[in-house]
T-cell receptor, first 113, second 114 residues
Framework: AQSVTQLDSQVPVFEEAPVELRCNYS??????LFWYVQYPNQGLQLLLK??????LVKGINGFEAEFNKSQTSFHLRKPSVHISDTAEYFC???????????FGQGTILTVHP | DVKVTQSSRYLVKRTGEKVFLECVQD?????MFWYRQDPGLGLRLIYF???????EKGDIPEGYSVSREKKERFSLILESASTNQTSMYLC?????????????FGEGSRLTVL
């Protein structure tokens, strides 16, 4: 069985500050890891994904994430946030057939001016 | 671009009514999913389908059923809606040839049961 824990339910931050959204996972098999973003009243869109290779993954809108196998973590970072980054962010893990993803509880990022 | 379309963005139904939520994808994906999204609980898988007429229960199938008569269409059915089914419902699809699990989502259907 797999599980994903997002350690912060809400993260407030000021514009142009750095941000880190934390994600830990558990799985008995090799995994693929994802971050999705959901803007208000919209569906989820893919931000970035780790499949294999380099543990530092770059995504859209200046976000990046680092896969740490020993700590079973996949934290999302951005060095300088914008108001438009205000959204809910979901970490997800896939390690089974049929492409089933297990999602974390979500982190609401609010960027203040 | 992959497009996943959910037929209704907002629905209001009464307790006991039968509810159909429709989802269509245009990328010939084999896999389709229905998730439920609630604050603080993230996304929880209700049902998924990896082929026409095939279906598998997810983590919270109780009170729901699904139908997949055509490859591009996956319907979620609430036989007798209850207030605890008030939620955001998200449909997603993925390709069998892409075994990473990346999902493509629709805009969501927000259901209120009174």
């Amino acid at each position: 069985a797999q599980s994903v824990t997002q350690l912060d339910s809400q993260v407030p931050v000021f514009e142009e500050a750095p941000v880190e959204l934390r994600c830990n996972y558990s799985s008995s098999v090799s995994v693929y890891l994802f971050w999705y973003v959901q803007y208000p009243n919209q569906g989820l869109q893919l931000l970035l994904k780790y499949l294999s290779g380099s543990t530092l993954v770059k995504g859209i809108n200046g976000f990046e994430a680092e896969f740490n196998k020993s700590q079973t973590s996949f934290h999302l970072r951005k060095p300088s946030v914008h108001i438009s980054d205000t959204a809910e962010y979901f970490c997800a893990v896939s390690g089974t057939s049929y492409g089933k993803l297990t999602f974390g509880q979500g982190t609401i990022l609010t960027v203040h001016p | 671009d992959v497009k996943v379309t959910q037929s209704s963005r907002y629905l209001v139904k009464r307790t006991g009514e039968k509810v159909f939520l429709e989802c269509v994808q245009d990328m010939d994906h084999e896999n389709m999913f229905w998730y439920r999204q609630d604050p603080g609980l993230g996304l929880r898988l209700i049902y998924f389908s990896y082929d026409v007429k095939m279906k598998e229960k997810g983590d919270i199938p109780e009170g729901y059923s699904v139908s997949r008569e055509k490859k591009e269409r996956f319907s979620l059915i609430l036989e007798s809606a209850s207030t605890n089914q008030t939620s955001m419902y998200l449909c997603a699809s993925s390709s069998w040839t892409d075994n990473t699990g990346e999902l493509f989502f629709g805009e969501g259907s927000r259901l209120t049961v009174l």
